[in-house]
């Protein structure tokens, strides 16, 4: 089996060390046997490179970036991106993407940056005197179909452990909110959902990297993605992961979470 991930944007969208669920889905996927390849999907690449990956990651990024970002993923690019994230191609898009992937983010400074629409949501930074969203970010993945896979997978509630770092204000339309918060602001600091999820999509605020603090979700990527490609049932190998593990406890003790 092999699977080919696409990185969006790796040098402008990877300012908060997103590359490492990259990292994180690479290794996990070559210490299971699985063939793994990155695919960047920047500003070289064209519509035929999106419609080769079989799993998506965008990272986070500042306003100017993101601007920069969107002037490009536009015409046949956008649509080749739309295409495959809504026939079931999943992914995990932090903070500055999912800003993206949504009707538009309007950064403190300059223009609104119209977004794909893809995601029924928008965001907005309140200005540069605004309290930055910044600190650990604890929350319960409550999306009706990850939640469901995953509590199976876990035989518990999935809680992820991130850290999140945005100017930018998140409100949801139409669109299942990703998960509830327990500790930190999530979308908005107001309405206590963090992120969203489309189809296969993941949308969150979570750096952390997210993946390698919740290896459980790198791990439901990979399955995902090689269920979609391969178009089969696929159970994957347990991995040793008490490193993690240990990372969680620690954080959760610290944030006073722990049970
Ligand atoms: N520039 C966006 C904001 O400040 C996204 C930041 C990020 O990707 N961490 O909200």
């Known amino acids: 089996m092999e699977l080919k991930i696409g990185w969006l944007y790796p040098n402008l969208m990877s300012t908060y060390g997103d590359r490492g669920n990259v990292i994180c889905l690479q290794r996990r996927c070559q210490w299971r046997k699985i063939e793994v390849s990155i695919v960047r999907l920047d500003r070289l690449a064209d519509a035929s490179q999106f419609d080769l990956v079989d799993l998506i990651v965008g990272g986070g990024a500042q306003d100017r970036q993101q601007e920069i970002v969107m002037r490009d993923l536009q015409g046949a690019k956008a649509e080749a991106f739309k295409k495959k994230i809504e026939s079931g191609t999943p992914g995990v898009f932090t903070c500055g993407s999912p800003q993206l992937l949504g009707k538009y983010y309007e950064p403190a400074l300059g223009q609104r940056i119209e977004g794909l629409g893809l995601l029924d949501l928008y965001s ?17 993945l409550t999306a009706s179909k990850i939640a469901r896979e995953l509590s199976a997978n876990l035989n518990s509630k999935p809680i992820a452990i991130g850290f999140e770092n945005h100017g930018g204000r998140t409100y949801l339309g139409d669109v299942e909110p990703l998960g509830r918060v327990i500790k930190g602001y999530g979308n908005n600091g107001e309405d206590g959902t963090e992120g969203a999820f489309y189809c296969n999509a993941i949308a969150t605020y979570s750096h952390g990297p997210l993946l390698p603090k919740n290896p459980f979700i790198a791990d439901w990527l990979i399955q995902t993605a090689l269920q979609e490609k391969y178009r089969e049932s696929i159970s994957l190998s347990k991995l040793e992961d008490s490193l993690a593990s240990s990372a969680r406890k620690a954080m959760l003790q610290r944030l006073e979470l722990a049970s």
Do not use: S
């Not at 309140?126 to 929350?139: E, Q, S, T, W």
């Open 124 to 140: 907005k930074h309140p200005g540069l005197d605004a309290k930055r969203c910044i600190g650990n970010l604890v929350f319960e």
